[in-house]
């Protein structure tokens, strides 16, 4: 089944400390994010990724680095400069602009299960 | 720059009652609007979206939404709520005069009350 796979689902860092969550799809689609869901601030956007080798910071990117070496990965990086970590981080993938707009799938989000990080 | 905004922060509505959940948004050009479910420490599931044409559109397990252009908001509906429609609803935009982000609004708990 074609789908997102987020790893790992939980995971605890000691302040300092860099983390690393993956995100893994095998939908073929162009564009990929990261956003990060706070109780009662709902989703905001850390970076996406339309393209291989190119991605755009979105409206929380401090303390936080991606890459997008192949296209059907976007690896998120925790870095000791994000102030406040824990949060439930959700990566997600869609269809990029091309084609008619109208057509099922596209500009959809597939989302991923999440990845919990709590800061200890 | 855009935005979304979902007022209610909470809505309770009796189990067969008709249901709505608020959405408003702003943007500069022509907007892309989704609706998504979360269900407890789950990925956001697609619902319904609207890129052009009829006003009123129809989604998943009987959802439905309503563009309207002038007042600027695009309302989630369900003609008979059901207890398993409890989850946290978001709303999200695209705005085709400028790149490809998406944003979503805070999100809205919905409790259907059996």
């Known amino acids: 089944d074609g789908g997102i796979t987020q790893s790992p689902k939980y995971l605890f860092r000691k302040e300092g400390q860099n983390v690393t969550l993956s995100c893994e799809q095998n939908?073929?689609?162009?564009?990929m994010y990261w956003y990060r869901q706070d109780p009662g601030q709902g989703l905001r956007l850390i970076y996406y990724s339309q393209i291989v080798n190119d991605f755009q910071k979105g409206d929380i990117a401090e303390g936080y680095s991606v890459s997008r070496e192949k296209k059907e990965s976007f690896p998120l990086t925790v870095t000791s400069a994000q102030k406040n970590p824990t949060a439930f981080y959700l990566c997600?993938?869609?269809?990029?602009?091309?084609?008619?707009?109208?057509?099922?799938?596209?500009?959809?989000?597939?989302f991923g299960a999440g990845s919990r990080l709590t800061v200890l | 720059a855009q935005s979304v905004a979902q007022p209610e922060d909470q809505v309770n509505v009796a189990e067969g009652n008709p249901l709505t959940v608020k959405c408003t948004y702003s943007v500069s050009g022509n907007p892309y609007l989704f609706w998504y479910v979360q269900y407890p420490n789950r990925g956001l599931q697609f619902l319904l979206k609207y890129i052009t044409g009829d006003n009123l559109v129809k989604g998943s397990y009987g959802f439905e939404a309503e563009f309207n252009k002038s007042q600027t908001s695009f309302h989630l509906k369900k003609p008979s709520a059901l207890v398993s429609d409890s989850a946290l609803y978001f709303c999200a935009v695209r705005d085709l005069g400028r790149d490809d982000k998406i944003i979503f609004g805070k999100g809205t708990r919905l409790h259907i009350l059996p």
């Open positions: 997600a993938s869609s269809i990029v602009r091309g084609g008619s707009p109208i057509r099922s799938g596209a500009n959809v989000l597939t």
């Open positions: 939908l073929n689609h162009d564009a």
